[in-house]
Structures are given as C-alpha cells and as structure tokens.
C-alpha cells in the first residue's frame, strides 16, 4: 500500500523543539524569548517619545550686538569677494575667508554654486557705494548663527542677498551666502511744484509806502544732535 502524500496544508509549530527544563518546571521555548524581545523593544518605543517630549522648546532668535558699521563691513566684503570670483573665475579667496563649515565646499564647488550668476555677467561692484536696506536685521539663530537679509536698490533691478556668518576665534566668519536679482520697486512720481501767485495790483493805482519791506525768511534752528543709531536702518 502505497504511503500518503504528506498534508501540504499543515505548518510547523512555531515553537520548535522543546527546550530542556531548567529545573523549576518552567521550559523556556524560543517562542517566549522572541515575545520578551518584542514586549521590551515596544516599551523602548513608548519611552523614548516621552523623554523627547520634555526637552525644551527652541531657543527663540534675538537680535546681534553688533553696530552699523560692522554689519556694512560684513555684508560689503562678502559680496565683494563673490563679485571677484566671479568676475575671475577662482572662488580660492572667497572660500578662504569662510568659516569652517563655508571651507567644506571646495573652490571648484563654489564656482558650480555661482555658475549661472557668473554667467549673467552680474556686477557687483556697486554695493562698495550703495547703503544696503535690511528687511532682517541682524540677529542670533538658535544654532548661534549670526543671519541677515535685504537688497541693495539700483535701477533697473536690484540685488538681493541672504547672509550667515558663524563665530569664529572671536570673530564673524562667512557661513552662508545667497544672491539673486529682483526688480525694484517703482519710485513714486515726483508732485508738480504749486504754481508761483502773480502779484496783483494795488487798488486804485495806489503804490506800496516806500518805506515798507517784506518779512524776512524765518530760518529753522537746527535740530538737536542725536546719537546714531546703532541698528542699520
């Protein structure tokens, strides 16, 4: 008589072979173990969460203790710098003055970064001479970055800029650098100058007394010095 075919539909027991007891009656199986793994690995998971959950919020940015002339001085050298590579083709100096972050990127990488506006024959040069106008004023990232951003105005387009500098040996290093061009804003048309009053004539022929004279023009005192301002405007 010929043997059965076995039940293709019958799956082994997953708990595999018995394990021998350990003397207390209990017989630890693999199926157990792999059980005990599972439930620690779940409440990890549930741990974990939570311990993220009571770190403190983001540190808010505030703004740089940092006057005027040393936010032009930053921003002026830093384009400028951009502005010779260009024009040069070697990014070796403006890598150089960067920070060791900045310094990660090689110069043939910089000159990949900066391609196009090498190509769009982007001057520069005149923010050595123009007073750049912030629309964020220097202040403190969380990451202790130092970041600013605004637009030199020209005609017809403008260059706008994006800043980040990190502290380095006392000193702010360049971190980060974007530039693009945008149109500028339509100035606003000149109003026509009021039309000068025509004298008219004495009635009945009469004349002004010769003695009389105009009033002399009241001149406005000078206002009172103020200290600058130490926030670029």
Not at 8 to 31: I, R
Not at 63 to 69: E, F, T
């Amino acid at each position: 008589m010929a043997a059965s075919p076995p039940d293709l539909h019958k799956v082994p027991s997953a708990d595999g072979p018995e394990q021998p007891s350990h003397g207390d009656g209990n017989v630890v199986t693999d199926k157990r173990r792999g059980w005990r793994i599972a439930m620690f690995v779940a409440v990890m998971a549930a741990i974990v969460p939570a311990g993220h959950a009571q770190q403190a919020p983001a540190q808010a940015p505030k703004p740089a203790q940092i006057d005027r002339n040393g936010v032009l001085i930053l921003i002026r050298s830093s384009l400028l710098a951009l502005d010779q590579a260009n024009k040069t083709g070697n990014y070796t100096v403006l890598r150089d003055i960067g920070a060791p972050g900045f310094q990660s990127n090689t110069a043939a990488r910089l000159g990949e970064i900066f391609a196009k506006l090498r190509g769009d024959n982007l001057d520069l040069s005149g923010v050595a001479v123009i007073d750049p106008q912030l629309n964020l004023l220097p202040q403190i990232e969380a990451n202790g970055l130092m970041h600013m951003a605004g637009f030199f105005p020209s005609v017809p387009t403008q260059v706008n800029f994006d800043l980040s500098f990190a502290p380095v040996n006392g000193q702010w290093r360049l971190f980060g650098i974007s530039v693009s061009i945008g149109q500028s804003a339509p100035a606003a048309p000149t109003p026509p100058e009021p039309p000068v009053a025509q004298k008219q004539p004495a009635p009945n022929g009469a004349k002004q007394p010769a003695g009389a004279k105009s009033a002399p023009a009241i001149k406005l005192a000078p206002p009172a010095n103020k200290p600058a301002d130490d926030q670029p405007k």
